[in-house]
């Protein structure tokens, strides 16, 4: 039983190598990696724009408190 399971193996790992496809190495200058790192970012920058086209949630931090929310909070307190 162990040589057939030896010689299944030994097939399975010969067309798992007949199927591997080595990626080739980036040939480019620093410079030309830069270049294109640049040219495929996004114009406009949004990612420090407080005001972004999508909808996020609101921070509690950066939340206005309501107009009668201070007279409540000195109703609370004893």
Known sequence: MNKRIEKR???QV???RERVRLSEPDV???EQVKAAREAS????GRRNDPHAYY???PNRN???PAADSAAK???LEP
């Open 55 to 57: 909808a996020t949630p």
């Open 28 to 30: 480019r200058t620093p």
């Open 41 to 44: 970012r996004p114009a406009g």
């Open 62 to 64: 950066d939340a206005v």
């Open 73 to 75: 909070a000195e109703d």
């Open 9 to 11: 193996h030994k097939r």
């Open 14 to 16: 010969a067309r798992a």
